[in-house]
């Protein structure tokens, strides 16, 4: 199922967009989709990754929100040079969130 939105935006952004949709050769709501797609790809890292920096979540569940596996999130953390945390009590958490996943 798909939804409509619209919204206004600024002229620069409307040039931006005619540019990408000349340079990708596509149309401007698939240019729209896929640029959208990326920012909420963005946030959710950004959110995931902020919750685990400030020990509120697991990494498991880090990865979870981000959409990502447990490598993935792993390795960005790693490049990011957030400190690896993890207690007895976020194995439990992780050992059961997997185990309900059956």
Known sequence: ????????????????????????????????RKL????????????????YRDGKITLWKAAKIADLSLWEIMEITKE???????THEDFRKDFEAASKEK
């Open 1 to 32: 199922m798909t939804e409509v939105i619209s919204t206004r935006i600024p002229d620069d952004v409307a040039k931006d967009l005619k540019e990408i949709e000349k340079e990708e050769k596509t149309d401007r709501a698939t240019v729209i």
């Open 36 to 51: 959208l797609a990326k920012a909420i790809a963005e946030w959710k890292l950004e959110k995931a990754l902020t919750l």
């Open 80 to 86: 990011r040079k957030i400190p690896f945390r993890y």
